[in-house]
């Protein structure tokens, strides 16, 4: 009964880190070098953009749409363009109409860019990467996400702490 329970709460401790490193990866801003080849304004609601088959059921709000395409691959990426303002993940960003009119200079100018977001792309779920700020790419090395690998670092130094106190928990009563 003591293994089980052991290997219980080693299960536990893996799927618990395994969300703090997923929570991490979302929430923590990456860096992608790309080109702005168009964008797109669209009147969403709770439901999705406003269309025919899903007409405005409540409060509805302009979501401003980027897309991308890196010069090495041929699938294209779209931006979310939207204002967290003050809510959750807290990066205060209030100027995404300007960003909107940056990226359009940018598509028309044809120029590679550097641009800083945060979440997934989950194509299932319509969901979108939000943008945070571009800025024009230089020959110098790409910026580097540092606080996700400084969190990264200390959650695996958490789970391995973990790991050896479950062990030495269970060991040191047999």
Do not use: C
């Not at 989950?122 to 400084?150: C, G, H, Q």
């Amino acid at each position: 009964m003591r293994k089980i329970i052991k290997y219980f709460l080693f299960i536990v401790v893996i799927l618990f880190h395994t969300v703090l490193f997923a929570g991490i990866h979302f929430i923590f801003p990456h860096y992608d070098t790309t080109y702005i080849t168009g964008v797109e304004v669209k009147r969403v609601d709770k439901d999705g953009p406003i269309t025919k088959a899903n007409p405005a059921d409540g409060p509805t709000r302009d979501v401003y749409y980027i897309y991308t395409k890196k010069a090495d691959e041929e699938k294209p990426m779209v931006y979310r363009n939207e204002d967290t303002r003050w809510g959750f993940p807290f990066y205060f960003k209030f100027g995404s109409a300007d960003l909107q009119a940056k990226a359009s200079n940018f598509a028309g100018n044809k120029q590679m860019v550097e641009v800083k977001y945060y979440g997934w792309r989950l194509v299932i779920f319509d969901e979108y990467r939000n943008m945070i700020s571009m800025k024009e790419a230089t020959e110098a090395s790409p910026s580097m996400p540092i606080l996700s690998y400084i969190f990264y670092v200390l959650g695996l130094i958490t789970l391995f702490f973990s790991i050896q106190f479950i062990r030495g928990w269970f060991d040191s009563e047999a």
